[in-house]
């Protein structure tokens, strides 16, 4: 079902290069779906956080502390950089669909969608952990 | 009935047996993907990154943006959109790797009933929100 009709490498490391089992294709299609499941599992606890705002501010305040620890917070960059990935290599996608040239040009997208994710990521970084490393290195 | 006359011979085709479905299903995720690019990722900027990220986030803050009906619109429309779209992405991957009918049929169960709690409880609390609930 996966792979249904798709030809087996065989022998060489590189095949041809019309094969798509073990391309760089692949890995980003593997990538996709690892980001894409993980962001469906945590949606699931955020709406359920977020519903505590009906329960009463304590309950939910007290819920979102968790947010706020260090090490939950290192997460939350993880849960960007997952999103930011996603949403990049989709569009990716959709210009591979819909635009003719796509095909073309998708292993140069990927490269693409990978440098505007580490410019994104390196400030993104600095800014969500600015005040938890604040916090750590400088007490309080 | 049949107006395949540039080929008399070819032998009847069962007709209509295949839906449209997964043509729809293939299209949706385009055109919700499209939507929630732009929906998850303003909402991951102001949640995460503005203004001291995650360490503003109280209740109050959350009553600040639901006073305004363009973020309680914005909020509904990426909880119904995320959850369609990422619920048909794991559907895709139930039917990739579930050996067997049952567990297919059972983690999709699963999956449906999330879906439909998720999607309930989150509409539910975005039009019921009360600012003034007491502690």
Do not use: C
Not at chain 1, 53 to 70: C, F, G, L, M, Q
Not at chain 1, 126 to 136: A, N, P, V
Not at chain 2, 107 to 128: A, D, E, N, R
């Amino acid at each position: 079902m996966t792979s249904a009709g798709a030809p087996e490498r065989s022998g060489t490391t590189r095949g041809g290069g019309t094969l798509y089992r073990g391309d760089l294709g692949m890995w980003s299609w593997v990538a996709h779906r690892i980001t894409g499941v993980l962001t469906f599992f945590f949606l699931f606890t955020h709406v359920l956080d977020t519903a505590l705002v009906r329960v009463s501010p304590n309950a939910y305040d007290s819920v979102i502390e968790t947010y706020k620890n260090p090490v939950v917070n290192l997460f939350e960059v993880g849960l960007v950089g997952a999103v930011l990935y996603h949403a990049l290599n989709g569009i990716r996608v959709m210009l591979v669909d819909f635009w003719e040239k796509g095909a073309k040009y998708q292993r140069v997208m990927l490269w693409t969608v990978l440098a505007i994710w580490i410019v994104v990521m390196i400030p993104g970084f600095y800014f969500m952990m600015e005040r938890t490393i604040s916090d750590l290195v400088g007490g309080h | 009935m049949s107006l395949a006359l540039d080929k008399p011979r070819q032998p009847r085709r069962p007709a209509a047996r295949r839906s449209n479905g997964e043509l729809y299903s293939w299209l949706f995720m385009r055109l919700s993907g499209l939507l929630l690019v732009v929906l998850v990722l303003g909402h991951l900027f102001i949640m995460n990154i503005l203004d001291g990220g995650v360490h503003k986030i109280n209740f109050g803050f959350v009553a600040g943006r639901w006073a305004s009906p363009f973020w309680q619109f914005w909020d509904l429309a990426m909880l119904w959109l995320a959850q369609i779209h990422g619920g048909n992405g794991v559907r895709t991957v139930i039917n990739d790797y579930a050996r067997k009918d049952s567990t297919r049929f059972w983690l999709k169960m699963l999956l449906y009933v999330s879906m439909v709690l998720i999607v309930s409880l989150g509409t539910f609390v975005i039009f019921t929100f009360d600012p003034n609930i007491s502690n």
